[in-house]
């Protein structure tokens, strides 16, 4: 389908190939549902009000949250927004609530640009161009980002991404998880505190697949642990019907959240599992 002359928060774009149908909006560039043969793999909400717990949102230029929204950078100290609705702090960045711009050169790929001007959002006098592809294939959906510093000096920027995958379980707890990363941030008030833990003997060391339980995520690892071709697959299964997947990651990315929605309503707490790949850790910018 062609997008809209003039689209709005809910417009929506469907990408179909095979048995692959993946729903994306030029809102935020934001990923509404993926399934295959009718079953969710990415589970999807339709309309921007619709979404619960940041599904499926790009965070650009900054993933996570800023500590007070303050930071610095060559000398200089910003002061962004403070928009989080847990802690005092910027989060997710700045494009999750702008209309991107669309092309669409094929049933099952679609491209959404878009700028961030100097001072547009406070504390943030930088200047980036922005692209986000998504594309279907017979093996599943590829995402590949771009973010070009359009200015004259040095900025600071990262990105990540917020899906909720799910086997078709009714709970994460009966699923199995592979996570292939050796160590986590710590946390503390939902903020980092720039000590990393290694995952040995701790609760969340799931470099070798298994249950998940009542494992709570709100989890930031690093330290991956590549394959030949310098990829890492976080695997997730359901061993009652042998349905799975696995979330690929390229060189961009060395740090990913793992987030089961323990707070989230219960028609979604622990439903999906938010995997989330990042280009840094959380709070960067500090």
């Known amino acids: 389908m062609q997008p809209e002359t003039q689209p709005t928060p809910d417009s929506e774009i469907i990408l179909t190939h095979g048995d692959w149908r993946l729903v994306v909006a030029p809102y935020g560039a934001s990923l509404r549902g993926l399934s295959h043969a009718g079953a969710e793999v990415i589970t999807g909400y339709s309309g921007a009000k619709g979404k619960v717990g940041g599904q499926g949102d790009v965070l650009i230029p900054f993933p996570g949250r800023v500590a007070g929204g303050r930071y610095a950078f060559m000398g200089q100290t910003y002061q962004m927004e403070q928009n989080d609705k847990e802690t005092p702090s910027a989060i997710h960045g700045f494009l999750r609530t702008v209309l991107w711009e669309t092309e669409q050169p094929a049933p099952d790929e679609v491209t959404f640009t878009t700028n961030l001007h100097p001072n547009s959002h406070p504390g943030y006098p930088f200047a980036l161009g922005v692209r986000v592809t998504y594309h279907l294939s017979d093996t599943g959906m590829a995402v590949a ?3 070009e510093n359009t200015g004259d000096t040095p900025a600071p920027a990262a990105a990540g991404f917020h899906p909720y995958f ?58 991956p642990a590549r394959d030949p071709g310098g990829h890492l697959r976080i695997r ?23 987030y089961s929605g323990d707070p989230l309503p219960d028609d979604h707490r622990r439903r999906a599992l938010a995997i989330e790949p990042m280009t840094c850790g959380a709070d960067a910018f500090n």
């Not at 290694?198 to 998940?212: A, K, M, S, W």
């Not at 997730?236 to 793992?258: I, K, N």
Request: some cysteine; overall charge negative; charged content about 15%.
């Open 145 to 147: 980002f771009v973010v």
């Open 166 to 223: 799910t086997v078709g379980s009714a709970l994460i707890d009966t699923a199995t998880l592979q996570v292939p990363f050796g160590a986590t941030l710590e946390f503390k008030d939902l903020l980092p505190t720039g000590a990393v833990l290694p995952v040995d003997g701790t609760p969340l060391d799931f470099r070798q697949p298994r249950l998940i339980g009542g494992t709570v995520f709100n989890t930031c690892y690093l330290q």
């Open 236 to 258: 997730l299964a359901d061993p009652a019907t042998g349905r799975a997947l696995a979330v690929w990651m390229d060189a961009a990315f060395d740090y990913v959240v793992l």
